[in-house]
Structures are given as C-alpha cells and as structure tokens.
Nanobody, 122 residues
C-alpha cells in the first residue's frame, strides 16, 4: 500500500513556475508508476504526466508537454512536477497517484493523494 501527500501548490502569475512534490510512504513506491492528474472546477480529472518506476520513461499530456517535467527520487520516496510557463488554464487541484502499470489512464491508478491547489492568475 502507498500513502501519498502532495505539497507545493499555490498562487502564481501567468508565465511563472511552481514545483509540486509528492511524498510517499510504503514499500511499493519504488516499484510503482507514478502520475500527476489535475481537476478543474466542473471538469473531469485529467492526466498530466506519468513516470515509470525506473525513471527512464515518461508520458505527458499534449497540453503540458514542453512546459512540465515529472521526476522522481526513489531513494527518498519523492515525486516531483516542475511546472514552467504556467497558464491560467493550468489552474486546478493537482493529484499524485500510484499505479502498478505504466499508463496514462486514471483507472490504472490505485492510490491517490488529497490534492494541492494550483491557481494561475492572468
């Protein structure tokens, strides 16, 4: 089992940057695919990025490709999302999640954090 705790959200102006962190507890973090998802008010939860347990493969949604970078530190049980060139449409609650399969499909993710709010002002 994996417990996840996100941090690093906040209010930022358009064009700015934020780095989200996700601290994981549990023995399976280093063998889990980790992902970031986001959900804006009134919208469905959307895939943002995922990283293979090895760290050698990553997936990104088209909307964040080239602006966001996902990374992980298995020794510290930490997952990161570096977000640059932020846009107002990036405003959402961001969730980290863990899956046993390498996937961008949220149904593959078994464990979820509580989320952290990111607000980008124009």
């Amino acid at each position: 089992q994996v417990q996840l705790d996100e941090s690093g959200g906040g209010l930022v102006q358009a064009g700015g940057s934020l780095r989200l962190s996700c601290a994981a507890s549990g023995r399976t973090f280093s063998s889990s695919t980790m992902g970031w998802f986001r959900q804006a008010p009134g919208k469905e939860r959307d895939f943002v990025a995922a990283i293979h347990w090895s760290g050698r493969s990553t997936l990104y949604s088209d909307s964040v490709k080239g602006r966001f970078t996902i990374s992980r530190d298995n020794a510290k049980n930490l997952l990161y999302l570096q977000m640059n060139s932020l846009k107002p449409e990036d405003t959402a609650v961001y969730y980290c999640a863990a899956a046993s399969r390498y996937s961008s499909d949220y149904v593959q993710y078994d464990y979820w954090g509580q989320g952290t709010q990111v607000t980008v002002s124009s």
